[in-house]
């Protein structure tokens, strides 16, 4: 059997502001930056160690694995950053106000916007300050690589491939991992490993900071996942990230 964590970035300054941020790259909140500790100590309470570490070239997951690793003692251990790691991209919405966008648009599109798996949101125009492009930290992206928008579909395209190549033989060589990600990089994942419908994926929520423990079989397929800490916090930190795309 084999054992990896999961686990999203704490709560950002956009998460605490509840505006959509994709590949924006906000700080976490000083929340964020306890709820990364907090992580760390329950990991270390519960006897987890890890070689190898993964995690997308965002800040905010990058310092949330950076506190969970101090507080374990693991900092030591090799990182290693990929773009296509990074939270879905969310076009023209980002730096938007999820609730006052639900008032624009209704909740109903917001929530697709939001959760669907094949509806991405208005795409960016290349000229807009907020391209990709524009970001020395994918320069070496192809134009066709860098998107303007994306679906969870497309964010399933980018992970489960580096995953296959990158993560899976790092594994099967008995390396213990953690990855630190974003809510829907994280999304892609979980649905690729649990073989979740594309319809059934709209209701998977994934809370900031909490570890997501996935045991599996020689085969890399899930014996069972739990979250670490309290299960009742857990329920409720899902409700409140299903909560922030409604009307206020």
Known sequence: MYKIVLIRHGESVWNKENKFTGWTDVDLSQKGYQEA???????????????????????????????????????????????????????????????????????????????????PPMPLEENDERYPGKDKRYSGLSKKEIPLTECLKDTVERV??????????????????????HGNSLRALVKYLDNISDNDIVNLN?????????????????????????????????????????VK
Request: charged share 25%.
């Open 37 to 119: 500790l907090d992580a760390g100590k329950h990991l270390k309470d519960d006897g987890f160690t890890f070689d190898l570490a993964y995690t997308s070239v965002l800040s905010r997951a990058i310092k949330t694995l950076w506190n969970v690793l101090n507080v374990m003692d693991l900092l030591w251990i090799p990182v290693i950053k990929s773009w296509r790691l990074n939270e879905r991209h969310y076009g023209a919405l980002q730096g938007l106000n999820k609730a006052e966008t639900a008032a624009k648009y209704g909740q109903d599109q917001v929530k697709i916007w939001r959760r669907s798996y094949d509806v």
């Open 160 to 181: 489960v491939p580096y995953w296959e190549k990158e993560i899976v033989p790092q594994i099967k060589i008995d390396k213990k991992i953690i990855i630190a990600a």
């Open 206 to 246: 994934i809370p900031t900071a909490m570890p997501l423990v996935y045991e599996l079989n020689e085969d890399l397929k899930p014996i069972k996942n739990y979250y670490l800490g309290d299960q009742e916090a857990v329920k409720k930190a899902m409700e409140a990230v299903a909560n922030q795309g409604k």
